[in-house]
């Protein structure tokens, strides 16, 4: 039997990511030396919304971002049935002494934002990279990888996953909690 | 699909066009990826690869060892000319040696047709053609359809006349296998001596006039002369072949539309192609060679994806 729940619908996430916004503001001020990068495929989805949100609150049509796609840089090659189909990358900048925020949706075993720093460096050497996520499972880590911006902190089984849907390409917005025997 | 139909890349032929436009679409990804600062990717970190060349290569063993070396695998290079092979080894010995040194690919030039088919029937590694004999050279014709797609944003419906030794090249026979399977139309061009007996067999008509075939189509992928196969005289000689059959720069200017033209290398400047129309505009030669370093990290890359822990 599959059980679902919603964790967070259209209203409770567009105030998360405003918030999130608020708080990236608080430290970075001006991102004149700031770089948001979504990976692909799913973080591009929050970091487009994050820059769209961004760039009204600041009043400004300039903040340099990119599409990070970790698929090369994974662990998980050989274990899988089908290699990763690669997404696009869009990365046309230098990371190079920039401050640069790292943005995934739901933050799980650490994997992918391990293979994520790894691609990263390959644009450069950041001055400092942070991470933020609309999710933290955080009881389900593999490696010491925290986030410096969290959506909403969950607790959830190996079991439980985690749905989030964009109305880009779900037609609406909502997060859910998917627990199947 | 995201995996490959084959568990080897032995030739063309053996390959669905679901395969050939996941290598596609793999290599859009590395084409980026060789492009960046840092062109290394640790995705092939704990595979080993064997380049084994029976045969002299000089574009095709950098490029491989290149595509390894960027993917992070390890690479060990043997060429026959300094090996036991000339001491008598056969070939499955030469190549279970190497494998007992824990070889998880194989690349393998050799001067036999079918020499690479031989091996993935007789050993455990995934195996890579980088040329047999006569018969394939898939790498080769999978990055000059991927050159095509890059210029033209598409295959399907292109117009390609491979001109020269058709009968002693294996680019030609993978060329035509893959750009068919792409659904583009290919057509060839040469003296007829150095025509293959069934070409009417893999759907391909022949020009013996090169200025027609120039009009024709849109791309002429021009081959060299294989001298070192040919075991008798085709056509009285390389003068006369140049005057007949080599494509040169004020040729390409009288066409009423502008056409591309590709090479596989080595170049015999002023045979086949004289310098004025390799260096022009119309060529792409340099980018095949790029484009080929990222079609053989696809290769690798997807292979190796198939090579359980």
Redesign the interface.
Known sequence: MIEERQILNQKDIQITIERLCQQLIEHHGDFKNTVIVGVQPRGTFLSNRIIIKLKQLLNTTNLESGSLDISFYRDDLRMREEPIVPEIMDMNLSLEGKNVVLIDDVLFTGRSIRSAIDALMAFGRPKSVELLTLIDRRFSRDLPIQPNYVGRIIDALDSEKVIVEWKEVNGRDRILMVKSD | ???LSVDHLLGIKYLAKSDID?IF??A???K??IN?????????R?ITIANLFFENSTRTKLSFELAEKR?SADVINFSSSSSSVTKGETLLDTVNNILAMKVDIVVMRHPNPGASVFLSRNIDAKIVNAGDGTHEHPTQALLDAYSIREKYGIVTGKKIVIVGDILHSRVALSNIYCLKKLGAEVKVCGPSSLMPKHLDALGVTHFSDLKEALEWCDVANVLRIQLERQDVNYFPSLREYAMVYGVNKEMLDSLEKEITIMHPGPINRGVELSSDAADSKHAIILDQVENGVAIRMAVL??L??K???
């Open positions: 699909m995201s995996n996941l679409k793999t859009d990804n590395f980026k990826i960046q600062p840092i062109k290394k990717v640790p995705s092939l704990d993917l890359y997807l190796a994806g090579i359980k822990k």
